[in-house]
């Protein structure tokens, strides 16, 4: 009964070591192959939106397609500001630079702000008095982020409202 429990075992162990791939130069079986990576570093375009909700304006946006590096956006807002004189355009400016970490997360280095126009100097006239002198005011927020590419971000909030940025890969 042993001798026959033992031809058994070997006529199996026979099977399995032939049943085993080996590499025909050396006789010896093949090592495993690394698994394939695929290239995150892929140069692609994405999509900057901000967007602003003012309880008293409502909402506004401004989207920068981009690739990875700097962006400089300028635009104007669709209201103007009102000085002593006339209606004064208000501009938007969006500018910093991106750096992509990972297929999913980058880094963002970004400025979002308005430029105010304001009367540094007035004059009277006839008509009584009215500026004759304007300067500019930037203010905004300067800020370094990490994004999520796909997830929105509240960057800036208050009583009075938010500001919110999403990052997209664009995929087309």
Excluded at 42 to 56: C, F, G, H, M
Excluded at 75 to 102: C, F, Q, W, Y
Excluded at 151 to 159: A, C
């Amino acid at each position: 009964m042993k001798a026959l429990h033992f031809l058994i075992v070997a006529a199996l162990w026979t099977v399995v070591c032939q049943a085993a791939p080996t590499d025909s130069s050396a006789g010896t079986p093949p090592t495993a192959s690394p698994p394939t990576v695929v290239n995150t570093n892929e140069p692609a375009n994405y999509l900057i939106s901000v967007q602003w909700k003012d309880t008293r304006l409502g909402s506004s946006f401004l989207q920068v397609m981009t690739s990875e590096g700097s962006f400089n956006a300028d635009a104007l807002e669709h209201g103007s500001m009102k000085t002593s004189g006339p209606n004064v355009p208000t501009t938007i400016r969006l500018s910093g630079d991106l750096t992509v970490l990972s297929p999913q997360k980058g880094r963002l280095k970004l400025f979002i702000g308005r430029t105010l126009t304001y009367a540094t100097e007035t004059t009277k006239g006839p008509a009584g008095t009215a500026p004759s002198s304007y300067q500019q005011l930037s203010l905004g927020l300067d800020s370094t982020l990490i994004v999520t590419f796909g997830k929105p971000l509240v960057i800036q909030g208050d009583e009075n409202g938010q500001i919110s940025i999403l990052v997209k890969r664009d995929e087309g």
